[in-house]
Nanobody, 124 residues
Framework: QVQLVESGGGLVQAGGSLRLSCAVS????????MGWFRQVPGKAREFVAT???????YSADSVKGRFTISRDNAKNTVYLQMNSLKPEDTAVYYC??????????????????WGQGTQVTVSS
């Protein structure tokens, strides 16, 4: 059984920073690509960033240069450092896991396991 638990969301002013964490239980973390997604009510879930289990990263254009995804395989945790936050970043943020035999895989969809989400609100 794989479980993902996000934390670190909250209310922040525009221009501020937050760091989201996602703790993963189960044995698949070290061989899983990990991703962050976000969703606003009434809209489709949106890809934010992904990290392969070898440490390669890829981010959506909307967050490049502001958000950084990282992982600590010893702690079974993936992070999303969010800087220079904008009101349009307001959303529920989800982490996701996709077990894969390929170390460099950077998927933007097709994830198998999801967390419950954490709310991020950026005030103007």
């Amino acid at each position: 059984q794989v479980q993902l638990v996000e934390s670190g969301g909250g209310l922040v002013q525009a221009g501020g920073s937050l760091r989201l964490s996602c703790a993963v239980s189960g044995r698949t973390f070290s061989s899983s690509a990990m991703g962050w997604f976000r969703q606003v009510p009434g809209k489709a879930r949106e890809f934010v960033a992904t990290i392969s289990w070898s440490g390669n990263t890829y981010s959506a254009d909307s967050v490049k240069g502001r958000f950084t995804i990282s992982r600590d395989n010893a702690k079974n945790t993936v992070y999303l450092q969010m800087n220079s936050l904008k009101p349009e970043d307001t959303a529920v943020y989800y982490c996701a896991a996709r077990p894969t035999p390929y170390s460099g895989t950077l998927p933007t969809r097709g994830y198998d396991y999801w967390g419950q989400g954490t709310q991020v609100t950026v005030s103007s």
